[in-house]
C-alpha cells in the first residue's frame, strides 16, 4: 500500500466513515451533479472552498463513488492548487495517478466495511 492509499485510509479513520460522500458532507465540502460528459467529474472553487461536480449521467451508478473520492482526492492531496489544468502535462498526469490512488484505498476499505468484499468485484 502506498502513501496515498494510507492518507486515505487514515482519512477515512480520523472520520469514522469510508464513504466518500460522507466524508465530504463532514468536511462541508458540496457536491453538486451537473451536465458533464468528460471528464464525468471536477472540482472548482468557490471562495476558496472545494465543491465537487459530478456528471448527472452516472448519480445511479456505483462509478459515481469512484468519481467522486477521486475528485476528493484532488482536495486532499493537491489543496490549493486550483487550476492544475494549467500544469505541465507531467505535473497533472502526476497528479491524477496521485487521485486515482487516494479514490482506489479509500474505496477499498469502504468496500470491505459495507459489503464485505473488495472494490475490484466492483470494477
Do not use: W
Not at 467529474?41 to 452516472?58: A, E, M, Q, R, W
Not at 476528493?72 to 496521485?98: A, D, F, P
Request: hydrophobic share 40%.
Amino acid at each position: 500500500m502506498g502513501i496515498y492509499e494510507r492518507k486515505a485510509i487514515a482519512l477515512a479513520e480520523k472520520l469514522g466513515t469510508s464513504n466518500p460522500f460522507c466524508i465530504c458532507k463532514n468536511m462541508g465540502i458540496t457536491i453538486e451533479y451537473a451536465d458533464l460528459d468528460n471528464p464525468l467529474g471536477d472540482t472548482v472553487y468557490l471562495n476558496n472552498f472545494p465543491i465537487i461536480l459530478l456528471s448527472d449521467k452516472i448519480q445511479e451508478k456505483l462509478k459515481k463513488y469512484f468519481i467522486y473520492a477521486h475528485e476528493l482526492g484532488h482536495v486532499v492531496l493537491h489543496n490549493g492548487i486550483q487550476n492544475y489544468y494549467l500544469i505541465n502535462r507531467t505535473t497533472k498526469r502526476k497528479m491524477e495517478s496521485e487521485a486515482d490512488r487516494f479514490a482506489n484505498g479509500l474505496l477499498e476499505k469502504f468496500s470491505i466495511e459495507e459489503f464485505g468484499v473488495p472494490y475490484k468485484y466492483f470494477l
